[in-house]
């Protein structure tokens, strides 16, 4: 019996060996495939800034390396981020064995809706929030101030904002996991509302650069997400029960 429970955590360790290598491969794959345009991709990251920049303004590169290195790590990142359908999928194909058919059917929309979310926050992000935030950034200081950004330090500016925001998008999906597992319920999240307003408010100052402008962008999806979330886990809240009832 031991010898058997040996050979099964064995056998999981093989099969998530696997499924890390499968993921990382995609990724691979990604890259090789994104790289020959690695330059494109950074003037498109950074048009939003550019289209805000004096006519006589351009951008910097304070380190030699920069010009290579910094569209180098962002289509790293875009790579990673177009992976994210089939890292997903390596992770549903590990824990998809160990669960009944009714929680199957529960949390395979629930997948398939948070690529979409995290794919909706970035757009987001570069279509609303960026014009915004360097818009607002570009029109403020002394008039004498000549605007040169550095091209690593707005790389790393924009994919924190990226990140950020295609994390927050997740809300609704992780309201319902809480809900469906029952680890919380949706009274109960109504009733810490005010509490979880200021905490949204704190993770959006973390997640965000320091300023109040990124932040309040950040805060208001969220509590928008946060409120569609207790609108969803209240149905599927209630979904499981009736399919085990079923089965």
């Known amino acids: 019996m031991a010898e058997q429970t040996q050979s099964g955590f064995v056998g999981h360790l093989i099969e998530l060996r696997n499924r890390l290598m499968k993921a990382l491969l995609a990724i691979l794959l990604f890259f090789i495939a994104f790289v020959y345009f690695a ?37 790293l990142f875009v790579a990673l981020f177009a992976a994210i359908p089939v890292i997903l999928h390596q992770i549903w194909g590990f824990i998809a064995p160990g669960l009944y058919q009714h929680e199957k059917r529960m949390l395979m929309p629930i997948l398939a809706s948070s690529i979409i979310l995290f794919y909706s926050g970035i757009a987001f992000c ?36 990226f990140f950020a925001f295609g994390v927050a998008f997740e809300i609704p999906v992780a309201i319902m996991l809480l809900c469906w597992s029952g680890a919380t319920t949706t ?61």
């Not at 939003?48 to 006519?55: F, I």
């Not at 932040?215 to 969803?232: H, K, R, V």
Request: aromatic share 14%; hydrophobic share 55%.
């Open 39 to 75: 330059n494109d991709i950074y003037s498109f990251v950074a048009a939003p800034l550019v289209a805000h920049l004096p006519s006589t303004a351009t951008m910097i590169a304070t380190d030699v390396t920069a010009p290579f290195f910094a569209p180098f790590k962002l289509t």
């Open 126 to 161: 570069y279509f609303v929030v960026l014009p915004i935030i360097l818009g607002f950034f570009t029109s403020v200081g002394p008039q004498m101030m000549t605007l040169a950004p550095d091209i690593s330090s707005y790389l790393s500016f924009a994919l924190k904002l």
């Open 187 to 247: 009274q109960s999240l109504k009733e810490k509302r005010p509490y979880i307003v200021v905490g949204v408010f704190v993770v959006a100052m973390f997640l965000t650069p320091p300023d109040v402008l990124s932040q309040t962008l950040l805060a208001f999806p969220m509590l928008l997400l946060f409120e569609l979330g207790l609108i969803l886990a209240a149905f599927y809240s209630a979904k499981p029960q009736q399919d085990e009832s079923e089965e």
